[in-house]
């Protein structure tokens, strides 16, 4: 059975729902595509636990690269809520437990920097060195929704050629290594550049450094917010903004072939038990470069490895620190980094390189529930019961193909030894039970997100990040392909990654030759 439509969107993950709601405004005739039974990709809220109301962002989980322009321009129904404090590490100096929490204003903080370095040196180190960032995110996350710069025309604009280095032609190590001398400061730092992201601090091909500028350009400021009633609130308010401007979205419905001349395309998808085409204009892609490939026969690009553990949980109550000083509900409500000190990143990457998963895992933990309660049921609320995420860092995906169950279980064991490193009672007491009376917790790998998600390798960014300026065969907004009326909108475009919209907007743009 053949019907048509204008666009064909293959996915119907966030990046999909924003092409999807901007076309259909513009008058165009939108069919999306997805092959789960919701939209929303990763970026969706699930009650992971059995009989438990909690309903967790089980993947994708804060905002940032999500421009403002976005929210306005589809009048989402959707809002977020700032963090009161930025991050807490905890560490032993001189046998003490003690540690360092960023945020709770400026005077708190600079006295935290003292308390942990002795001086205040670390602490205006910090303020320059992000003061610079900030001078650079402020020019150029504008540019991620427009057509893309050349990387002179994006130089000019930053204006500041001591941000140009850090951030684009020397390893961020480098940068890192001559702002700060405090080890545990270095490594805090250094964290945005590893998220997803198998490098070290020098790797030469700077795939840390496009990892970091992703982490601290978001809407100009770089901070990372809490989404209101959890990551499907957003996915939840683009699939109603699609469906009122009429995008018909169909779930359950696989992509199988896409055929195209580079004017008329045909999409060949399956359901339960038939199969059907649909011929359009135009094909945006939602899903990665190495699928585009396969549904296209075409020869796929070098295949993406993810690096990271996510784990959810929902405790009875948050776990009493070894550090007194701090209060749990200001500790985990920012980023609570975990042997993530630079020397123990290092250690850790080459651990990984070597084939064996870090002796000491590195992760970064917060608790969603303490900034935006909305996503636990009313009689959990009252309760005190709390969410925790945990990110994992430096597992590439190579290290789970033997037996991916095994070392599972040995990673997850040991980043939460890590963690109980630093804690005054061990997490497992405080984790609440199922309604079968299991432990609440889940944890994913590289190859768990494949094999839900179709990320090639467990890769959160479907391939490694690109500089947000034009290089060779990215054209005008980096959402291109091969075939002039096939686009990808998804993580893999210039400008992808994170959930943001923006890979959405700019596929929408190309198709109404703006």
Known sequence: ???????????????????????????????????????????????????????????????????????????????????????????????????????????????????????????????????????????????????????????????????????????????????????????????????????????????????FLYHVIGNGTGDWDVPVGGMGALTDALAAAARASGADLRTGHEVTRVETDGQHAEVTYRTGDTEGTIAARHVLVNASPEHLARLLGDTPPPPAEG??????????????????????????????????????????????????????????????????????????????????????LHTPARLFTADNDTARTALLKATLAQLDTHLAEPLEDCLAEDAEGRPCIEAKTPLDLERELRLPGGNIFHRELSFPYAQEGTGRWGVETAHANVLLCGAGAVRGGGVSGIPGHNAAMAVLGR
């Open 307 to 392: 690096a990271q553990l996510k784990v959810n949980m929902l405790l009875k109550r948050l776990p009493r620190l070894k550090d007194t000083s701090v209060d749990p509900r200001e500790a985990f409500a920012g980023t609570f980094h975990v042997a993530e000190g630079y020397g123990q990143l290092a250690t850790a990457h080459a651990e990984a390189a070597a084939g064996s998963l870090p002796s000491a895992p590195p992760s970064e933990i917060y608790c969603h529930s303490l900034t935006d309660p909305t996503i636990l049921g009313p009689d959990l609320a009252a309760r005190g019961y709390q969410t925790l995420t945990l990110f994992g």
């Open 1 to 211: 059975m053949l019907t048509r439509t204008d666009v064909v969107i293959v996915g119907g993950g966030h990046n999909a729902l924003v092409a999807a709601a901007y076309l259909t405004r513009a008058g165009r005739t939108v069919t999306v595509l997805e092959r789960l039974g919701a939209t929303g990709g990763a970026a969706v809220s699930t009650r992971p636990f059995t009989g438990v109301d909690a309903r967790l962002s089980r993947y994708s989980y804060l905002v940032s690269l999500l421009p403002e322009k976005i929210v306005r321009d589809l009048d989402l129904d959707f809002a977020v809520r700032t963090r009161t404090v930025s991050s807490y590490t905890p560490t032993v100096r001189d046998g003490r437990a003690t540690g360092l929490l960023v945020g709770g204003g400026a005077d708190r903080t600079r006295a935290a920097f003292a308390r942990l370095t002795g001086t205040d040196r670390e602490y205006t180190a910090w303020n320059r060195f992000y003061e610079t960032t900030r001078h650079a995110a402020e020019r150029i996350f504008p540019t991620l929704t427009e057509p893309l710069p050349t990387r002179d025309e994006l130089r000019t604009r930053v204006a500041d050629e001591a941000a140009w280095r850090l951030l684009f032609d020397e390893p961020i190590g480098v940068g890192i290594e001559e702002h700060f001398s405090d080890d545990l400061v270095r490594g805090v730092v250094l964290t945005d550049a590893l998220i997803g992201t198998f490098a070290d601090a020098h790797d030469p091909g700077l795939a840390q450094n496009r990892c």
